[in-house]
């Protein structure tokens, strides 16, 4: 072939790629979308997921439907979705533990975040509340490290598995406090709460949406956030920042991403809408009444945090010594 009419050739079948994916998503979406939640129904992702998706739906033009696939703590749900095929009717709604922590603890997760998930937007933020048992006698996060000191490896905290959020930061905070504390998980926050109460542990980082009912009711003490800031949610909490330690985060956040190769146009589009969603005045009420703050971003705002978080908790997971199970 004469390489003239072979360089044409080339251009054109260029120029008709480069025209398929604005096509595509001008068609799309066509049918119903599935957003995968790799977490029970009734959990937090499910509630916050379903606040979401309704509205997105009628952005959209068509159904979402909301899929729970619950299992080896969102790893299963998160696997599915990041083998799915890329075609702009799969999405994950999932927190940060299955695209975080699960691949510095696993070298067989089956899956890759980094690799086989296109980030959407992050949804929704939210503190850890560090509680202790009322019987421990502190009021505040100094006594409860005095009395740690004090008490030297005889406390135990509870968490809700190993390298779990929970777990984690209470391993960056006992290195930031110099504590000796004794790991127990559990199997989910009721647990820990009922241990707490037995006596079996004296203190945990918990959710917010299961420690305020007994923090309100005076079955735990709460000792402080883990934002940077006063949490929206929860503004009459001091922060652990403000008590002595700069620099001490520890969020717990919720995000939709997509398989890899979902055309960046439909990414984009589905980017686009939430981020008008999360920020509306009704959707960021709920979200608050569930203890969450709003986010919304771009792509690459969610792609950043998520290196950013991989590598901040790869250093506590090091320093740790924390294994898989």
């Known amino acids: 072939m004469p390489m003239q009419r072979r360089d044409v050739l080339r251009a054109a079948a260029a120029g008709a790629a480069a025209l398929a994916?604005?096509?595509?998503?001008?068609?799309?979406?066509?049918?119903?979308?599935?957003?995968?939640?790799?977490?029970?129904?009734?959990?937090?992702?499910?509630?916050?997921?379903?606040?979401?998706?309704?509205?997105?739906?009628?952005?959209?033009?068509?159904?979402?439907?909301v899929d729970n696939r619950p299992g080896a703590g969102g790893n299963v749900g998160t696997g599915a979705v990041a083998k799915a095929e890329p075609d702009g009717y799969t999405f994950l709604f999932t927190i940060q533990g299955p695209l975080v922590t699960a691949p510095l603890l696993s070298r067989n997760l089956g899956y890759d975040p980094a690799k086989e998930l296109a980030p959407v937007s992050l949804v929704a933020t939210s503190p850890n509340v560090l509680v202790v048992a009322p019987g421990l006698g502190v009021s505040t996060l100094a006594d409860f490290v005095r009395i740690a000191k004090q008490k030297k490896g005889e406390l135990n905290y509870g968490s809700v598995g190993n390298g779990s959020a929970s777990h984690l930061a209470m391993e960056s905070f006992k290195t930031r406090a110099g504590l000796e504390l004794v790991h127990v998980p559990y199997q989910g926050f009721p647990q820990v709460v009922n241990a707490i109460l037995a006596g079996q542990v004296q203190a945990g980082f918990m959710v917010p949406g299961i420690a305020m009912g007994q923090v309100r009711a005076g079955k735990l003490k709460a000792l402080g956030v883990t934002t940077l800031g006063r949490a929206a949610s929860l503004p009459e909490l001091p922060t652990l920042v403000e008590q002595g330690y700069p620099g001490f985060e520890a969020v717990s956040w919720q995000a939709v991403l997509a398989p890899a190769h979902t055309p960046r146009a439909i990414v984009e589009r589905v980017s686009q809408e939430l981020v008008r969603i999360i920020k509306s005045a009704d959707v960021r009420g709920k979200m608050l009444g569930q203890y969450f703050s709003a986010a919304g971003t771009a792509p690459e705002a969610l792609a950043n945090l998520m290196k950013s978080e991989r590598e901040r908790w790869a250093q506590v997971i090091k320093a740790a010594g924390v294994q898989a199970e």
Do not use: N, Y
């Open 21 to 65: 994916v604005p096509s595509f998503a001008q068609a799309w979406p066509a049918r119903p979308i599935k957003l995968v939640v790799p977490f029970p129904a009734g959990s937090s992702p499910d509630i916050i997921g379903r606040l979401i998706a309704e509205p997105l739906a009628q952005a959209l033009g068509q159904p979402i439907v």
